[in-house]
């Protein structure tokens, strides 16, 4: 049997990894392909292939000597359904800070976008009509972020030279952090009232599956508009069909419900709706934020340090 590290990015790629012959390891190269790489009972370290959750869980179940598993993702929700398979006192670990600066910017291009007018002036210039007049800013709006954890924050940070008038942030459980005030989920809809924008970028969780239901959204303001660099399934896709048909709000998606969003879907084509291919993590900022977290991860499980963003450990 060896302790074998399962990568999802060469080994060759990744600087200041333990050397092979100081800390035991085998590194094997995985990132979603029909062949593993070796027997995944050998396994103790495995890192989930990134944006591929339709095989993150294939060589899961064999995994009986794992002790960390590593995403590469902020968000944990397609990994948890192969925990159940696996022996007390695994560590899963999320790659919390890998995303915060691409996603953050995202959602704030989103925002402008939507709020700017830009999806209809690039329809303008496709058909050589030149659409002027004015538009809504987002200098003096009050924004709303849901879900204020590392994103969440990154998110506030790239408001700050926006000049809104306010920053309102939500999280699971109050705090008080360096810029104000955290409210608790549990008063969501009484600040939804006040909200310009909405900016959910909260995990998926049981409490926030569904959390922007007819409900939420009829208290939203007239006007405003709702972005989603969360997951899908945080909104209900119905009622937010119905809200946007009617055109007392608009929104601006990363993420859909269904996800990839058929062909023929109602929310390709609903007015006041910007929609972007989950690409909030996916661009050139990911691969160094990766390669970093990785190192650092495996130096300190190599060295019996403890691991950072260890999100649970299994029972």
């Not at 095989?55 to 899961?60: S, Y």
């Not at 968000?75 to 996603?103: F, M, Q, Y």
């Not at 922007?212 to 208290?219: D, G, Q, S």
Request: hydrophobic share 45%; aromatic share 6%.
């Amino acid at each position: 049997m060896t302790s074998d590290v399962w990568l999802s990015i060469p080994v060759d790629e990744i600087e200041g990894l333990p050397s092979a012959a100081d800390s035991g390891f085998t590194y094997r190269f995985w990132n979603g392909g029909a062949q593993l790489p070796a027997d995944p009972a050998d396994c103790i370290f495995y890192t989930v292939p990134y944006l591929q959750p339709e095989i993150a869980l294939v060589p899961v179940p064999e995994m009986t000597s794992v002790q960390v598993i590593q995403t590469l993702s902020a968000g944990i929700d397609h990994v948890e359904p192969g925990l159940a398979a696996l022996h007390p006192g695994v560590r899963l670990c999320n790659a919390k800070g890998v995303h915060d600066a691409s996603t953050a910017e995202l959602a704030l291009t989103l925002l402008l976008a939507s709020l700017r007018g830009i999806p209809g002036f690039v329809r303008g210039q496709d058909k050589e009509e030149w659409r002027s007049g004015f538009y809504p800013a987002l200098a003096d709006k009050s924004v709303l972020i849901i879900g204020y954890g590392s994103i969440g924050a990154a998110i506030e940070d790239r408001l700050a030279p926006f000049e809104c008038a306010r920053v309102s942030r939500i999280a699971r459980s109050a705090r008080t952090t360096a810029r104000g005030e955290v409210r608790p989920l549990t008063e969501v809809h009484s600040l939804l009232p006040h909200a310009d924008a909405v900016i959910l970028s909260t995990p998926l969780t049981e409490d926030t599956k569904g959390l922007v239901n007819a409900e939420f959204l009829a208290r939203m303001k007239d006007g405003a508009v709702l972005v989603n660099v969360a997951r899908g399934p945080v909104i209900d896709t119905k009622a937010l069909l119905a809200e946007v048909e009617s055109g007392r709000i608009t929104a601006a998606l990363d993420v859909t419900d269904p996800e990839p969003l058929p062909p023929g879907h109602p929310l390709w084509h609903a007015p006041g709706v910007l929609i972007s291919p989950h690409v909030g993590g996916s661009t050139s900022a990911f691969l160094p934020r990766a390669k970093r977290l990785l190192a650092a991860q495996i130096t300190a499980f190599a060295a019996g340090e403890p691991l950072g963003n260890v999100v649970l450990t299994t029972e």
